[in-house]
């Protein structure tokens, strides 16, 4: 089967479907191949929590109904040292910013249900999609779904599938740079429909290992403890898993915990890694695609966000004025932001994390730089100013940019 759209969208994450809603409501026509089940896509939980920006940008595609209904804004974080709270004021150190706490899956779910309510062309389990004539003139992929090979003609790919899509594996291997930092360690997560330990989020640093108290809700609490790469799953029961956080996060937390059964529980890798261009002719890479950071700073979901509303501008551009300026741009843009996310992200997990080849030396830097920021106003709002997502400005700023990269 034979079809035409203007923007052919590979994947059905927060990317790829925050795009097709945003370039709908510009009068765009895009359609959205996916490889899993509306069910797996909906079931996957990730991020939880979102920058002003990314409210902003699921207000302007008009899916923030719920997300303001059952959203909590946060107006600061903790941080804990061996156990010894103290607290980053973000909404007083940035004049007034803050994130607010609401599921990566909830906001999947919100756009899911906008582009199924007005009939979108949004095809769950498309198989073996590929792309063809990214450099020629009929740029167009090819999948199958529902038993039929069906083929999709556009004026553009907007490649949205994660690090393991097609998209930027569809690009030339000597056109692409990748710059990657894998960690020694891994994020066991829970999730357990029990009264988060706080109001707000603690991030720890202890001797053991990194510890995150995070939440979906008043009664969902969702928790991470640094592993090892080689543990597994059944390595930790939740007493263990519970036991481990309460050490890890201090007495004081600890007092607050409330426990009760995993409803979901899984090992998640780490890894830095940006792949430079994000453009490949009529291919624009957007999200995980093109850049992974480790979850320590909050930045994945909410660097996809960033892209997409860059890549949406530019195409709403394209289309209502001819002008090719912002796409043209938008590589160079996007990747300004990234880096600067990724440099926060990088930072932010060596501060509080324990790392394997760590010896005294370094654990004293890294107590020293906490006990620092925990007695520095000034440092403190450098912490906040990155958490709760730099302005555009910084990145967009005159030899911010990088330029592009020249291969020697
Ligand atoms: P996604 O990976 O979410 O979506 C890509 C989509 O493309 C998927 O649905 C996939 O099935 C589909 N796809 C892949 N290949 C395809 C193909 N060939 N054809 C069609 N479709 C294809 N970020 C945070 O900020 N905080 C966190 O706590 C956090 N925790 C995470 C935990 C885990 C286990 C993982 C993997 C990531 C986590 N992240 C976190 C990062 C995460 O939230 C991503 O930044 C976010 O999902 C990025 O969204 P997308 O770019 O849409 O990519
Ligand atoms: C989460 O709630 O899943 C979460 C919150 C903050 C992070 C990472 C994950 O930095």
């Given at each position: 089967m034979r079809d035409r759209t203007q923007v052919a969208i590979i994947g059905a994450g927060p990317a790829g479907l925050l795009l097709s809603q945003l370039l709908h409501r510009a009068g765009v026509d895009c359609v959205v191949l996916e490889r899993k089940s509306q069910s797996y896509v909906e079931g996957r939980i990730r991020a939880g929590v979102l920058e002003q920006g990314t409210v902003e940008l699921l207000e302007r595609a008009g899916v923030a109904d719920r997300l303001h209904r059952e959203g909590l804004p946060h107006h600061g974080f903790r941080m804990a040292l061996d156990g010894e709270l103290f607290r980053i004021d973000m909404h007083g150190l940035t004049g007034g910013s803050s994130v607010t706490v609401y599921g990566q899956t909830e906001v999947t779910q919100d756009l899911i249900q906008a582009h199924q309510s007005r009939g979108a062309p949004l095809h769950f389990e498309a198989e073996d999609v590929a792309l063809h004539e990214?450099?020629?003139?009929r740029p167009h992929v090819t999948y199958r779904h529902g038993g039929a090979e069906h083929r999709l003609d556009c004026d553009y790919v907007a490649g949205c599938d994660g690090y393991h899509g097609v998209s930027r594996a569809s690009m030339p291997a000597d056109l692409l740079r990748v710059f990657e930092r894998v960690y020694p360690f891994g994020w066991l997560g829970i999730l357990a429909d029990v009264p988060p330990c706080d109001d707000e989020l603690i991030y720890s640093n202890h001797h053991r290992g990194f510890a995150l108290a995070s939440m979906r809700s008043p009664t969902r609490s969702r928790y991470y403890v640094q592993v090892p790469l080689t543990e597994k799953l059944e390595d930790w029961p939740d007493e263990r898993l519970w036991d481990e956080l309460a050490l890890r996060l201090g007495p004081e937390a600890a007092a607050r915990m409330t426990r009760g059964p995993a409803i979901e529980k899984s090992i998640a890798p780490l890894r830095s890694f940006v792949a430079e261009p994000m453009r490949h002719g009529r291919l624009f890479l957007a999200g995980d695609a093109a850049h992974i950071v480790p979850p320590t700073g909050a930045k994945g979901l909410n660097l996809a966000a960033a892209d997409v509303g860059l890549l949406a501008e530019a195409l709403t551009a394209r289309y209502r004025s001819g002008t090719v300026a912002e796409l043209d741009l938008y590589s160079q843009r996007a990747l300004a932001r990234v880096w600067m996310a990724e440099r926060f992200s990088w930072w932010f997990t060596g501060l509080t994390h324990r790392f394997p080849e760590m010896d005294d030396f370094a654990r004293r830097m890294q107590v020293a730089e906490l006990s620092y920021i925990r007695a520095s106003a000034r440092a403190q709002a450098v912490v906040a100013e990155n958490y709760v997502g730099l302005p555009r400005a910084y990145a967009l700023g005159a030899g911010i940019a990088p330029r592009p990269v020249v291969a020697a």
């Amino acid at each position: 089967m034979r079809d035409r759209t203007q923007v052919a969208i590979i994947g059905a994450g927060p990317a790829g479907l925050l795009l097709s809603q945003l370039l709908h409501r510009a009068g765009v026509d895009c359609v959205v191949l996916e490889r899993k089940s509306q069910s797996y896509v909906e079931g996957r939980i990730r991020a939880g929590v979102l920058e002003q920006g990314t409210v902003e940008l699921l207000e302007r595609a008009g899916v923030a109904d719920r997300l303001h209904r059952e959203g909590l804004p946060h107006h600061g974080f903790r941080m804990a040292l061996d156990g010894e709270l103290f607290r980053i004021d973000m909404h007083g150190l940035t004049g007034g910013s803050s994130v607010t706490v609401y599921g990566q899956t909830e906001v999947t779910q919100d756009l899911i249900q906008a582009h199924q309510s007005r009939g979108a062309p949004l095809h769950f389990e498309a198989e073996d999609v590929a792309l063809h004539e990214l450099e020629g003139g009929r740029p167009h992929v090819t999948y199958r779904h529902g038993g039929a090979e069906h083929r999709l003609d556009c004026d553009y790919v907007a490649g949205c599938d994660g690090y393991h899509g097609v998209s930027r594996a569809s690009m030339p291997a000597d056109l692409l740079r990748v710059f990657e930092r894998v960690y020694p360690f891994g994020w066991l997560g829970i999730l357990a429909d029990v009264p988060p330990c706080d109001d707000e989020l603690i991030y720890s640093n202890h001797h053991r290992g990194f510890a995150l108290a995070s939440m979906r809700s008043p009664t969902r609490s969702r928790y991470y403890v640094q592993v090892p790469l080689t543990e597994k799953l059944e390595d930790w029961p939740d007493e263990r898993l519970w036991d481990e956080l309460a050490l890890r996060l201090g007495p004081e937390a600890a007092a607050r915990m409330t426990r009760g059964p995993a409803i979901e529980k899984s090992i998640a890798p780490l890894r830095s890694f940006v792949a430079e261009p994000m453009r490949h002719g009529r291919l624009f890479l957007a999200g995980d695609a093109a850049h992974i950071v480790p979850p320590t700073g909050a930045k994945g979901l909410n660097l996809a966000a960033a892209d997409v509303g860059l890549l949406a501008e530019a195409l709403t551009a394209r289309y209502r004025s001819g002008t090719v300026a912002e796409l043209d741009l938008y590589s160079q843009r996007a990747l300004a932001r990234v880096w600067m996310a990724e440099r926060f992200s990088w930072w932010f997990t060596g501060l509080t994390h324990r790392f394997p080849e760590m010896d005294d030396f370094a654990r004293r830097m890294q107590v020293a730089e906490l006990s620092y920021i925990r007695a520095s106003a000034r440092a403190q709002a450098v912490v906040a100013e990155n958490y709760v997502g730099l302005p555009r400005a910084y990145a967009l700023g005159a030899g911010i940019a990088p330029r592009p990269v020249v291969a020697a």
